[in-house]
């Protein structure tokens, strides 16, 4: 009677926490749908044609497209015909940002995409697979009267592809090709005011540079970065949840090493996901409002990464600690009975084809992470994409990983379903136990099944929120209320597995109620003094845990 009432308390208090940390998630999704601003914002700038003639005349090689001391301009192509001014001496300046503006720290990142305004002409036409030559600098300063200071200058080759929807005639002359967005620049900080690009399209007709490449018109750029409210919103939920995980571990932790065994694998790969998370959460951001860390891009990058290999990892370790390998003697079950089985998959090494894919497909992302943003820590407008090698590389990396994380989705499916068909198979067994021991089970089964619930409902809230946030306008009004989708998105999303985290080590963490003479002599026919452990069934190299025990005395009896 003891033991029922033991298991419908738990039972109750799980529901209860299951309701608080529903409340907690509700509020993630609010915080960024009512508080924060969209996350990000697209700046359109039209560069300005700048003459640069004799370039020992200027104090400076930067000019500027406006300001006391702005370049010369050009207002077309036409003009610079007319004064017989080359190619070679026009150079497309663009001031970011748009005038009586400063950038922030807050906006932690830009990023930048060309589009050209390419015009048709008989005698010069766009060539198939043509190629730009972009000779691009970036400086910045921190007060308009400030010299430049040269952040980095490069030589980038892009290709070009765009679409002609009219006849190529005479008539169409003139007329623009639609032309596919091109990457330009990604630059991890944004410490300084103002920014001034400088571009060159410099022609060499015997070496084929820039030729064939249309009547280029105008170069235009779109520029993104993060809100800064958006940014302050975010910085305070990692500083808010950083001390919630850590203390939970904490707790976690210590009734582990409270116990008389050591820590079980399943227990340390736990602990291995909170302090993945705990990664994830450190606010270092903090510190790029006052630094230049162009490097924060790659180093989130690396801790996503991370997280979700273990995520990955855990859920197939999970599935494999809970395949029950049971057996039925005198109408009793009791979960794989086999020391070898329970020695070998209590140690990582017998997951390792399941576990290898993911090891494999991190290491293929990580990889192209630091082809792609690493590089751009030296030269902020590479890109991988712009060459055929890089590309070819680029989509040798991510097919691997692709198919890794198939592999991995087959075996974890394959688990679950061993899983559930075991859980099916036993469950028939527990009318004949007696009811503290059937109710013990049925508690175990429970959690095993909810914890799968609110892991299925955690990667389809993933995947809604992401499409719902593709392809919405971002924003959606009700009444005089407006809900920023996007935002709702990050915050609640980066919530969820904080809360699927926390809930993981509090329902797996060992428990340490000892029952009594009364207990011991009762239904559970657990010696007093004996541990009891309702949340979990795995058994530990040195010995079976108290559940394997339980069901073993109650067999041989």
Known sequence: MAGAIIENMSTKKLCIVGGILLVFQVIAFLVGGLIAPSPTTAVP???????????????????????????????DFDEAVSRQIEANDIVFAVHIPLPSKEMSPWFQFML???????????????????????????????DMFDDWEEIA??????????????????????R???????????????????????????????????????????????????NGGFTKVW?????????????????????????????VLLEKVIFALGISMTFINIPVEWFSIGFDWTWMLLFGDI?????????????????????MVGTAQKGMWFPAPLAEDQNERN????????????????????????????????????????????????????????????????????????????????????????KARRLHYEGLIFRFKFLMLITLACAAMTVIFFIVS???????????????????FFTGIYGMWNLYVFALMFLYAPSHKNYGEDQSNGDLGVNSGEELQLTTTITHVDGPTEVYKLARKEAQE
């Open 45 to 75: 700038y039209t560069s300005v044609k700048c003459i640069d003639i004799r370039k020992n005349h200027h104090k400076t090689k930067w000019l500027m497209p406006w300001g006391p001391n702005h370049c010369e301009k050009l207002k």
């Open 112 to 142: 930048f995409i060309m589009q050209l305004d390419i015009a048709f002409k008989m005698d010069n036409d766009l060539k198939e697979n043509a190629e730009i030559t972009l000779d691009v600098s970036l400086a910045y300063r921190d």
């Open 153 to 174: 200058h490069a030589i980038e080759i892009r290709k070009l592809k765009c679409t002609f929807g009219s006849p190529k005639t005479l008539e169409s002359e003139g």
């Open 176 to 226: 623009h090709y639609d032309c596919d967005f091109l990457p330009f620049m990604e630059i991890g900080s944004v410490a300084h005011k103002y920014y001034l690009i400088n571009i060159r399209l410099p022609v060499n007709e015997r070496k084929g540079i820039n030729v064939g490449i249309g009547e280029i018109k105008d170069i235009r750029l779109v520029g993104i970065h993060q």
């Open 235 to 263: 910085f305070a939920m990692k500083t808010f949840l950083t001390p919630s995980i850590l203390i939970i571990m904490v707790w976690y932790w210590r009734r582990i090493t409270l116990m008389t065994r050591a820590p």
């Open 303 to 323: 801790r996503q990464g991370i997280f979700y290999a273990m995520l990955l990892s855990f859920w197939i370790i999970f599935c494999g600690e809970h395949m």
């Open 347 to 434: 140690r990582l090494s017998g997951y390792w084809k399941q576990v290898g894919p993911i090891a494999v497909g991190s290491f293929c992302l990580f990889i192209f992470d630091m082809c792609e943003r690493g590089v751009q820590l030296k030269n902020p407008f590479y890109s991988i994409w712009t060459t055929e090698v890089g590309t070819e590389l680029a989509m040798a990396f991510i097919i691997v990983a692709g198919i890794c994380l198939c592999l991995y989705f087959l075996f974890l499916c394959f688990m679950v379903f061993q899983v559930f068909r075991n859980i099916s198979g036993k469950q028939s067994s527990l009318p004949a136990m007696s």
């Open 470 to 488: 593709q392809v919405t306008e971002g924003h959606w009004k009700w009444g005089d209320i407006t809900i920023q989708v996007n935002s709702a």
